[in-house]
């Protein structure tokens, strides 16, 4: 069975009434298009990270133990966050405010990435385990954009990053960080930057396994 047949089989939808703007693209459109949207910008992250460092995917699991498997077999956990969010500014309507309900934070540890332990999602749920870093590297992927007239996702020049290893995570607590306490240690990485650094601890991590 491919990957698109447990999904669907056709690309638009069949039977009676007939409908138009049905395809499955008018669906991905309506329902994923907002970046600024807080599940939607984590997913874009996952698909940007997986584009910089030249990984390929078929598609996005939801319920896997990481968002990014490398050709070396290293996993990497990828998290996003930004000024700004969705329901900030647009009503329940999907209509924008006149002015938006929550200005920028004034303080970066206010941010933060947060969700970062947990347990196996692959198999029904332990419950006698503890959550747990389950991912050997982890990305923190900031949209720093404060002008919400300018905010744009696929602008990387908005964007900063960050990538750890699970023992450095650790060691500032493991579940959550700031963004303030990411900037003050370990300095913001540009998208060329992030890839670099990316790819030597990829490179390390992998070339540790095989020699344990």
């Not at 460092?53 to 996993?75: I, Q």
């Not at 924008?96 to 332990?117: N, Q, W």
């Not at 020049?157 to 450095?168: D, G, T």
């Amino acid at each position: 069975m491919t990957t698109h047949a447990i999904n669907q089989r056709t690309d638009t939808l069949l039977g009676a009434p007939p409908l138009r703007n049905t395809t499955l693209v008018d669906f991905w459109q309506w329902a994923f298009s907002d970046l600024c949207d807080d599940d939607i910008k984590g997913f874009f992250a996952e698909w940007l990270v997986h584009k910089l460092l030249g990984v390929h995917s078929p598609r996005r699991v939801s319920w896997a133990n990481s968002d990014v498997v490398t050709p070396s077999r290293v996993t990497l956990e990828v998290k996003a966050t930004s000024y700004w969010q969705s329901w900030k500014v647009i009503d329940q309507h999907g209509q924008p405010y006149a002015e938006p309900l929550y200005k920028v934070p004034a303080d970066d540890s206010k941010i933060r990435f947060s969700g970062l332990t947990a347990r196996d999602s692959t198999t029904v749920a332990d419950m006698s385990t503890s959550p747990a870093l389950k991912s050997q590297l982890y990305v923190f992927a900031f949209q720093h954009e404060k002008d919400i007239t300018r905010w744009n996702a696929m602008d990387l020049s908005q964007w900063e990053f960050y990538v750890l290893r699970a023992e450095e995570l650790a060691q500032l607590g493991g579940r959550s960080v700031s963004v303030k306490k990411l900037r003050t240690k370990y300095g913001p990485l540009t998208a060329a930057e992030f890839v670099t650094r990316a790819k030597t601890l990829i490179e390390q991590v992998a070339r540790e396994r095989n020699v344990a």
